[in-house]
């Protein structure tokens, strides 16, 4: 299987946890990206990379979010202290640079309790 | 700012019944790029179709079809002879400038569509 695979994808936890996704892109892609997608919405940008320079946050990328590509390959999005309102599912991607055209893994859906 | 509008929040149709999804942006870029996705109950977003600003002439593969109006600002798909495996949400989306660093997509809010036997 060649696509962009996610893990876990699914994640129950507790209020104040701290929690880690890991995503896989496609492997000769040097773009990433996270989105977030809530119920009944689409899904909304919240990280990107290049190889593995953060070049881009949006402003719904809170302090207890980080996201790590440490050597271009793959990516990891901690959320520390998790509230109710983290409860998404988190979705990457993956492009080559200068293609548009984005690749999606299945995500991971979050449900903080 | 850049926007995309799906209307549209659920559509039901019988199978074999055709069924139109509109989608309406705005965007203040003259290069930009409208993407349609398929995410099914698995959740895997599926590409189906890019178009670029400059190409207006409209696209057909099997039994879909899009409508790319530059004039309205619209990038609509139509669904031909639909079948149960089309039930999904679907979404609008575009993308920032043409050559931008990013290539962020904008989506819209989806289309789910339920195509019942």
């Known amino acids: 299987d060649t696509g962009v695979s996610q893990d876990p994808r699914h994640k129950i936890t507790k209020r104040g946890q701290n929690v880690t996704f890991r995503c896989d892109p496609i492997?000769?892609?040097?773009?990433l990206y996270w989105y977030r997608q809530t119920l009944g919405q689409g899904p909304e940008f919240l990280t990107y990379?290049?190889?593995?320079?953060?070049?881009?946050k949006s402003r719904l990328l809170s302090d207890r979010f980080s996201a790590e590509r440490p050597k271009g390959s793959f990516s990891t999005l901690e959320i520390q202290r998790t509230e109710q309102g983290d409860s998404a599912m988190y979705l990457c991607?993956?492009?080559?640079?200068?293609?548009?055209?984005?690749?999606f893994g299945s995500g991971t859906q979050l449900s903080v309790l | 700012a850049q926007k995309v509008t799906q209307a549209q929040t659920e559509i039901s149709v019988v199978e074999k019944e055709d069924v139109t999804l509109d989608c309406v942006y705005e965007?203040?870029?003259?290069?930009?790029?409208l993407f349609w996705y398929k995410q099914p109950p698995s959740g895997e977003l599926v590409f189906l179709i890019r178009?670029?600003?400059?190409?207006?002439q409209n696209e057909i593969s099997g039994r879909y079809s899009w409508n790319f109006q530059k004039s309205t600002s619209s990038f609509n798909f139509t669904i031909t002879a639909s079948q149960v495996v089309d039930s999904a949400v679907y979404f609008c989306?575009?993308?920032?400038?043409?050559?931008?660093?990013?290539?962020?997509?904008?989506f819209g809010t989806g289309t789910l569509l339920a195509v019942q036997p």
């Open positions: 991607a993956s492009s080559f640079r200068g293609d548009e055209k984005l690749f």
């Open positions: 492997s000769e892609h040097n773009r």
């Open positions: 990379f290049q190889n593995e320079a953060q070049l881009e």
């Open positions: 965007t203040r870029d003259t290069t930009y790029y």
């Open positions: 178009r670029n600003s400059f190409d207006e």
């Open positions: 989306a575009l993308s920032e400038a043409l050559g931008g660093a990013t290539n962020k997509l904008i």
